[in-house]
């Protein structure tokens, strides 16, 4: 394991990953550093605690946004390359979250607004 020190929002912290695995952390660190930054320069948020969870859901959705759409090209290629016949009789999965936790995930991103109230939205 290596140990690295980090700077993310202008504090230092010393991070351990597996050897050969430092680049990937620091592409980590860069996204999270720059998340982080782009709130509170939008200048609702101060609270580095309330920073560091809006950044970390803001990366969160996008990543779900990411692995749907992931999901969706590939649903679309395998639909594609079957059959009608073998389409009907086994049907097929287009997105990677059905309708109902779109909504879920929909009213979740809406409760979180509320409870920030003046701190600032989520998206």
Same mark, same amino acid.
């Given at each position: 394991?290596?140990?690295?020190?980090?700077?993310?929002?202008?504090?230092?912290?010393?991070?351990?990953?597996?050897?050969?695995? &430092?680049?990937?952390? $620091?592409? =980590?660190?860069?996204?999270?550093? /720059? *998340?982080?930054?782009? @709130?509170?320069? #939008?200048?609702?948020?101060?609270?580095?605690?309330?920073?560091?969870?809006?950044?970390?859901?803001?990366?969160?959705?996008?990543?779900?946004?990411? &692995?749907?759409?992931? $999901?969706? =090209?590939?649903?679309?290629?395998? /639909? *594609?390359?079957?059959? @009608?016949?073998? #389409?009907?009789?086994?049907?097929?999965?287009?997105?990677?979250?059905?309708?109902?936790?779109?909504?879920?995930?929909?009213?979740?991103?809406?409760?979180?607004?509320?409870? $920030?109230?003046?701190?600032?939205?989520?998206?």
């Amino acid at each position: 394991m290596k140990q690295i020190e980090v700077q993310i929002l202008q504090q230092s912290y010393l991070l351990t990953c597996p050897e050969g695995h &430092e680049s990937r952390l $620091l592409d =980590a660190v860069e996204r999270v550093d /720059t *998340a982080m930054i782009r @709130i509170r320069d #939008a200048g609702k948020v101060r609270a580095r605690e309330r920073i560091a969870v809006l950044a970390a859901l803001n990366l969160a959705f996008e990543i779900a946004d990411r &692995e749907a759409a992931d $999901l969706a =090209a590939g649903a679309a290629a395998k /639909t *594609a390359s079957t059959t @009608i016949a073998t #389409a009907a009789s086994t049907g097929t999965q287009e997105t990677l979250l059905p309708d109902e936790d779109q909504q879920r995930l929909h009213a979740l991103v809406q409760r979180l607004d509320q409870a $920030l109230g003046d701190d600032g939205r989520l998206l």
